[in-house]
């Protein structure tokens, strides 16, 4: 959630016009996250976000903003995608996809804490499963075959004992990858940064741009990664606890996935290792960026690796 994409107000009023939103008052772009430009939009009759997809297809842009609806209409914590005059979820702007879409109140959390632990994990469960009878098979834009692309495009630009921890953890995923496990339309980045709270309680969860049909117990990973990690990449045991029980109570994991945690552990930090190391050799040019550490994912992976967690 950088910019990218430049609009003027010309180009804004005209857009609008294809929608029943009012008039534009502002447009400020937000400078958090790092693959799409978002802005704040403010009409005469509400606020909104406005997403411009810089490296998403249309056809896969339609797919998220449809999974996204799916939820909200559930009743899930997630913003509802607002439609032009046409019935489209999403308009070409620039010859780049758009969409406008609800903004829910609330404010990301810098720490968590056991609070947010046990919010999050039953988040989780419950998006698992609403999301369970999303008919469309969304494919993996981080896949193994990213992973291994990506470990070719920075071998030249990383440490070998950084390439070695790369393959060693590539070959985890590929084990991970050969197991019957229970599968889904997950996540796959629902971080601190993508969550919203009031006070104590979640508003919401944004960001489905990496939704994807995978493994429960994979997305379960990811938000384990970021949530109840401390600074030198281990987990913090007592929020793990809180996070994994709340989760539990509301969709069991089986015998299979808990065999199996080690790698789903390893394969989530592995993606995020990657992203962050691509973003730092190879950053991509906007008006706002925000570039992540990949250090911390390193110390993560590593962690993962070595150490064996139970579920």
């Known amino acids: 959630m950088s910019v990218y994409t430049k609009i003027t107000e010309e180009e804004l009023s005209r857009h609008l016009l294809r929608y029943s939103l009012g008039k534009a008052v502002s447009l400020t772009g937000i400078s ?40 909200s209409g559930k009743g899930l914590l997630c913003p509802n995608v607002l439609k032009s ?13 758009s969409a406008i879409i609800q903004k829910l109140d609330g404010k990301s959390q810098v720490d968590t804490d056991l609070n947010s632990c046990e919010s999050i994990g039953n988040l989780l469960a419950e998006f698992h499963i609403f999301g369970s009878d999303f008919k469309k098979e969304i494919k993996s834009s981080r896949d193994i075959k990213w992973c291994i692309k990506s470990h070719e495009k920075l071998i030249n630009v990383i440490e070998e004992k950084q390439s070695k921890l790369i393959l060693e953890a590539i070959d985890i995923q590929k084990e991970l990858l050969t197991q019957n496990l229970p599968i889904g339309t997950i996540h796959a980045d629902l971080f601190r940064d993508n969550v919203l709270f009031k006070g104590n309680s979640i508003s919401g ?59 789903a552990l390893v394969s989530a930090a592995l993606r995020f290792y990657l992203s962050r190391l691509l973003d730092l050799h190879f950053p991509k040019i906007g008006e706002m960026t925000h570039i992540k550490d990949p250090l911390i994912f390193e110390n993560i992976l590593k962690d993962r690796i070595n150490t064996s967690y139970q579920i």
């Not at 990811?222 to 969709?251: F, Q």
């Open 32 to 71: 958090d996250g790092i693959e799409n430009t978002n802005y704040l939009l403010k009409t005469d009759q509400n606020e909104y976000i406005f997403t411009i997809f810089e490296n998403i297809k249309k056809d896969d842009v339609g797919q998220y903003l449809d999974f996204m609806n799916h939820l």
């Open 85 to 97: 005059n046409n019935g489209e979820l999403f308009v070409i702007i620039n010859n780049k996809p």
């Open 205 to 263: 969860m944004i960001d489905f741009y990496y939704s994807c049909r995978g493994f429960l117990v994979y997305d379960l990973a990811v938000v384990i990664n970021d949530w109840c990690t401390s600074k030198n990449g281990m987990i913090v045991t007592e929020k793990y606890n809180r996070l994994t029980s709340s989760y539990i109570k509301r969709r069991d994991i089986v015998e299979s996935e808990k065999k199996y945690w080690r790698h």
